[in-house]
C-alpha cells in the first residue's frame, strides 16, 4: 500500500529541516548574502601578496576561510527548501541567488592556489615550520600540491568560478 508524500507545507514542522538553526528568517540570510558581497572587492588587497610573509599568507588564508564557511552556510539554508520542493518558485529564487553569491565568491578567492603553487611548497614548508599557525594548514597546502597539474593560472581559475553560477 502506497502513501501518499504530503507537500512540504503540509508536513509538521518538527519532522522538516531546521532552518532556523542556521538563519532566523529569509531577511537574515540575506543580510549574510549582501555582507558577504561587500566584502569580496576587500579580497583584493591579498592578490600577488601571498609571498610577502607567512603573517599576509596567513591572514589572508583566515579570509578566504572565513568568507568560504560562510558561503557553504549560505549555500545549504537555501538549500534546504529548494531540495525538498523544486517546484517552490521562492525556494528556487533563493537558491539560485545563493548559487550566484557562491560563485562571485569563488572568483574572488580563485588567486589562491595559483599563487601557492607560483610560490613553491619548499618555501611554505619553511614558513609551515616556523609558524604553527600557519602549520595548521599543511595538509591542505599538502593536497594542493599533490593536485597541482590540475590547477591554472589566476585568470582561468577566476573565469572557472565565475562559471559556477551558469552550471
Known amino acids: 500500500m502506497a502513501f501518499p508524500v504530503p507537500p512540504r507545507n503540509k508536513v509538521n514542522k518538527k519532522h522538516t529541516w531546521n532552518a532556523e538553526s542556521v538563519f532566523k528568517s529569509p531577511k537574515e540570510w ?3 548574502v549582501n555582507s558577504i558581497l561587500a566584502e569580496l572587492p576587500g579580497v583584493k588587497k591579498y592578490v600577488c601578496r601571498l609571498g610577502e610573509s607567512p603573517e599576509v599568507l596567513l591572514e589572508t588564508l583566515h579570509v578566504v576561510e572565513d568568507l568560504s564557511s560562510r558561503t557553504a552556510r549560505v549555500y545549504m539554508y537555501a ?3 529548494s531540495f525538498v520542493d523544486t517546484t517552490d518558485q521562492k525556494s528556487a529564487a533563493l537558491f539560485g ?3 550566484g553569491m557562491a560563485s562571485q565568491v569563488s572568483a574572488a578567492l580563485s588567486f589562491l592556489n595559483p599563487e601557492l603553487i607560483q610560490m613553491g611548497k619548499p618555501k611554505l614548508d619553511e614558513w609551515m615550520d616556523r609558524n604553527d599557525k600557519l602549520a595548521l594548514y599543511r595538509h ?6 599533490r593536485q597541482q597539474e590540475h590547477v591554472r593560472s589566476g585568470e582561468v581559475e577566476e573565469i572557472f568560478g565565475m562559471l559556477g553560477d551558469l552550471f
Not at 140 to 145: A, D, R, T
Open 79 to 81: 538549500g534546504f527548501s
Open 140 to 145: 591542505s597546502i599538502n593536497n594542493l600540491f
Open 97 to 99: 541567488r545563493a548559487q
Open 30 to 32: 540575506e543580510s549574510e
